[in-house]
């Protein structure tokens, strides 16, 4: 097994190490998943990115379908600096000229030619016999070769294809002029075994076949798009076809960031390498998800929020002797800027005190035992832990450690039928003491009780209630501010319960004020 470091560019410099192509159709397969289209604005911005990162063709669009696309199609080529820019086109005249308009000012311009060649498709959705089709293939690929000097032609549903015809379709086209031949896995219907096998018989079979590029497009409907790119790589194929995401129709494309990753770290089992800034792969990431309003799942290799995510103790306590025993790159490597340990029930000691230290916080043994006790309980209640609630957590315990009155219990009943109650135990000297109160709403009956248990003349001037964190399962940090005599002091409280949160922070604001009085008893409030 490789080591993360080949993601760092080891594989490029491998002797053997072949060049594949990255041909992106975000822009186009990627849109037409339904609900995903983009501005115009947008595709320009999504381009850009694309060929900032090193795509080197970007499928921008399908020029005749609309006078939007094919303006976003000519923009875009007028505008790479880098990447050639290809339109999508039927094997009709009209849509050849068309695309050829939209692409003409592109650094390198392309016209992508499709037409179904599997004998279901020819019969249902074209309605023709196989020998109308080899002469649409001549004719189409004839036509754009005279208007631009790199065509690519696609066999629709390629892999559900009879291999004696689309040997035949594939060398017609070359024999026109295509230069990329492309055979889709369309209805993501092949498995990686076969899918390789395919392009090593029609590449074996087809006579002139050096004299054209193989590429791979693979859709995801049994899951097996990244796998059967790989394949057809491995089976001679030289470009891949992908989108940022996987983004496209039904259950999406090859993923890009995915199909790079993988010929980067497994560089030993595969000797090929491409183009991409793999540190961009994120942030593209990111852009997509964006614009097309297409969520990326957490556990979403490469890019998935959860990808260098760790919760487990035994995760985190490999991952903090050594980062390679549970993971195969570096976060830095695809543009993510560090592993997270992610605080929850699963997580150990020794992340929890490392966690600890990289917020600013170095406990003694005891007071890190207590915070990790009342950790787990808060993991217990909460799906993730956040940064902010262990500060708000620790913070609690370090103010409250030699709290004289403490928080033991709390009932509380309330709702539309009052009078609100609260049941409250405290621990006052070491003595524990139990009351119940009535009160005009839950915080009022809480306060109550206090007041019966530790008797005081404070006066309430702020109670102000904010969350730590977002969801519902937030935890809550309430602020109370208690005056008497002049003086005046503020706590906090913690806790994903608000009414506790309010307990704690009104028993913190208490033995605040009892230090400020300089008594030594809780019970001197009461003056």
């Not at 035949?168 to 295509?178: N, S, Y």
């Not at 899951?223 to 996987?246: D, H, P, S, Y």
């Not at 009342?374 to 620790?394: H, N, Q």
């Amino acid at each position: 097994m490789t080591n993360s470091s080949t993601t760092q560019g080891e594989a490029e410099s491998r002797p053997n190490s072949e060049s594949v192509f990255i041909f992106d159709t975000t822009l186009r397969d990627g849109e037409q998943s339904p609900g995903a289209s983009m501005s115009f604005e947008e595709k320009l911005e999504v381009a850009d990115l694309l060929d900032a990162m090193g795509v080197d063709m970007i499928e921008a669009g399908f020029p005749v379908t609309s006078e939007g696309d094919f303006e976003a199609v000519s923009a875009i080529a007028k505008r790479m600096k880098q990447a050639g820019v290809a339109g999508l086109a039927r094997a009709a005249a009209k849509d050849i000229d068309r695309c050829a308009e939209a692409v003409r000012h592109a650094r390198r311009p392309r016209i992508h030619l499709f037409i179904s060649t599997s004998p279901l498709h020819m019969k249902y959705k074209l309605q023709k016999e196989p020998a109308q089709v080899l002469e649409m293939i001549t004719t189409s690929v004839t036509r754009a070769r005279n208007l631009v000097d790199d065509v690519e032609w696609s066999a629709e549903d390629g892999t559900r294809t009879e291999i004696d015809f689309l040997c035949r379709c594939v060398d017609a086209a070359i024999k026109a002029g295509a230069t990329t031949i492309n055979i889709p896995d369309t209805v993501g219907y092949a498995v990686p075994d076969e899918y390789q096998a395919l392009f090593e018989t029609v590449r074996a079979r087809v006579a002139n076949s050096d004299k054209a590029v193989f590429s791979v497009h693979c859709h995801n409907d049994l899951g097996l798009a990244v796998a059967n790119t790989l394949a057809g790589i491995k089976g001679g194929a030289r470009q891949v076809e992908c989108t940022i995401n996987g983004l496209g129709e039904r259950a999406g494309n090859a993923a890009m960031e995915e199909v790079v990753m993988a010929l980067r770290v497994r560089g030993d089992a595969m000797a090929y390498h491409t183009n991409i800034d793999a540190t961009m792969l994120t942030r593209a990431s990111k852009l997509v998800s964006a614009v097309s309003s297409f969520p990326v799942q957490y556990n979403k290799a490469i890019v998935g929020r959860n990808a260098f995510a760790h919760e487990s103790g035994i995760h985190q306590d490999g991952m903090l002797k050594n980062a390679q025993t549970y993971e195969i790159m570096t976060p830095e490597s695809v543009g993510v800027s560090k592993t997270s340990l992610v605080m929850g029930k699963h997580s150990g000691r020794h992340a929890f005190k490392e966690k600890l230290k990289e917020l600013g916080y170095e406990l003694g043994d005891n007071a890190l035992e207590d915070s990790f006790t009342r950790f787990k309980d808060l993991a217990d209640r909460k799906k993730i832990v956040y940064d902010e609630d262990l500060v708000a957590l620790v913070d609690d315990e370090i103010v409250n450690a030699h709290d004289r009155i403490k928080l033991v219990a709390l009932t509380v009943i309330a709702g539309t039928n009052g009078p609100q109650s609260a049941a409250l135990t405290l621990e006052i000297d070491g003595e524990r003491k139990t009351h119940q109160a009535t009160g005009n709403g839950p915080v009022d009956a809480i306060f109550n009780a206090i007041l019966a248990l530790a008797p005081h003349h404070a006066t309430l001037e702020l109670f102000q209630v904010h969350a730590v964190t977002h969801g519902t399962d937030a935890q809550a940090e309430v602020s109370v501010r208690l005056s008497e005599d002049g003086k005046s002091v503020i706590a906090r409280g913690a806790d994903p319960d608000t009414l506790v949160a309010a307990a704690r922070a009104y028993i913190a604001a208490l033995n605040k004020l009892m230090v400020k009085r300089g008594r030594s008893r809780p019970d001197a409030l009461a003056g």
